[in-house]
Every structure is written in structure tokens, then in C-alpha cells.
């Protein structure tokens, strides 16, 4: 299965600065790459797929780049609500897998 | 409005079944895949299984491979996952989740997630 590898695992960032997400793949994934965010107690929510398209009704001060085994997620100007949990998932080979997490916490 | 409420989680012995069921409304529900996701507590994201528009096509994590089976029944826009054979390490909110295209791919709407504990 393709290990996704996500850094760092804690990222703190004050609220308004800008927020660089990384995501690792250990096999070519093409674009077939998406960003979710996860909030205690909340649903996760879809931010981006196809590694840079927004997901419906997502803030344009989320970004994603990268194609085959890198990518980015980025957020340009941190709100209070984005101080979250993102996960990266690559659904270009079954099984479907998930990085481990990089926690954005209030500096 | 896209609403997706998982039903069947419990207390459950290990060795033991489970079944749980996802009611779908507010779109077209065989136009897409579904999937199912879990957390474990303290955990990350894992992937258990995904199912076709048509159930044509299925996959299963390599965890669950062999104990879970999914299902769908678009007649009554329903996703079930039947759980045998459960372990301590199967413990998590499982969620339904909405693919995004009719295939296999990402997960655009989540439910609220069913908690299932697997304990003697």
C-alpha cells in the first residue's frame, strides 16, 4: 500500500500568519490527492482535491499544490477556525490511504 | 442539503458481529460511490472500504480485508458495513462518507459517525 508521510506533525502558527502543510507520498499518486480538515467534535471537511482544485465553499486563503509524490497545503492567512487537525489522502491506488496528521496549533 | 446518519454502533464483545447502516439523502444517491472511514480514539484517518455506484467494483484496507463486507441498496439510498469476527483494535467512530464522483476517489460529505467498542 502507498504510505503517505505528512510534516510536521505540529505546526504553530499565530493567528494571520500563513501555514505550509507537507505531504509525501512513497509512490507516484499523479494529482489523486486530497486535504481534509478535522476538528474535535466536528465532521471532517473536504478543502481540496485533485491535489489543487478547492472543494464547494472553501475560502480561496486555502491552496494546494503538487503532483506525483509532493505536495502542499497552504493556508495564507490562518483564521480561528482553521486551527485544526489536516490529513492528507491519496486515492490514486487502492487501498485508499491516509497520512498520519499535522496538527496546526495556536502559537 | 447532503445528509448522510450512520446507525448500528455499540458495545460489542470481541469475536463477535455488527452491523452498521448509513441513510443517505439530499442527492442523487446511485449516481456515486461511498465509502466507509473510521477513528480510532487517539487516532488518525484509516480507510475501511469503498463501494461503486453500481457495486460494481469494491475495496476493503488490508485490516479489515476478509471480516468486513460493504453494501448498498440504492432502492432505499442505504450503505451498510457488516462487521464479523471484531477486535479490540477495530474501536473507532466509523463514518460514512460521499465520493465525490461515481468511482472510487475522495470523500466530499461526512456523517456525524457511529461509535463502536469492542470490549469483553
Known amino acids: 500500500e502507498i504510505v503517505m508521510t505528512q510534516s510536521p506533525a505540529t505546526l504553530s502558527v499565530s493567528p494571520g500568519e500563513r501555514a505550509t502543510l507537507s505531504c509525501r507520498a512513497s509512490q507516484i499518486v499523479n494529482t489523486n490527492l486530497a486535504w481534509y480538515r478535522l476538528k474535535p467534535g466536528q465532521v471532517p471537511r473536504l478543502l481540496i482535491y485533485g491535489a489543487s482544485s478547492r472543494a464547494t465553499g472553501i475560502p480561496a486563503r486555502f491552496s494546494g499544490s503538487g503532483s506525483g509524490t509532493e505536495f502542499t497545503l497552504t493556508i495564507s492567512s490562518l483564521q480561528s477556525e482553521d486551527f485544526a487537525v489536516y490529513y492528507c489522502q491519496q486515492y490514486n491506488n487502492w487501498p485508499l490511504t491516509f497520512g498520519g496528521g499535522t496538527k496546526v496549533e495556536i502559537k | 442539503e447532503v445528509q448522510l446518519v450512520e446507525s448500528g454502533g455499540g458495545l460489542v464483545q470481541p469475536g463477535r458481529s455488527l452491523r452498521l447502516s448509513c441513510a443517505a439523502s439530499?442527492?442523487?444517491?446511485?449516481?456515486?460511490?461511498m465509502h466507509w472511514v473510521r477513528q480510532a480514539p487517539g487516532k488518525g484517518l484509516e480507510w475501511v472500504s469503498g463501494i461503486t455506484w453500481n457495486s460494481a467494483t469494491i475495496g476493503y484496507a488490508d485490516s479489515v480485508k476478509g471480516r468486513f463486507t460493504i453494501s448498498r441498496d440504492n432502492t432505499k439510498n442505504s450503505l451498510y458495513l457488516q462487521m464479523n469476527s471484531l477486535r479490540a483494535e477495530d474501536t473507532a467512530l466509523y463514518y460514512c462518507?460521499?465520493?465525490?464522483?461515481?468511482?472510487?476517489?475522495?470523500?466530499?460529505?461526512w456523517g456525524q459517525g457511529t461509535l463502536v467498542t469492542v470490549s469483553s
Open positions: 439530499g442527492f442523487t444517491f446511485d449516481d456515486y460511490a
Open positions: 462518507a460521499k465520493d465525490g464522483t461515481a468511482v472510487l476517489d475522495y470523500h466530499d460529505y
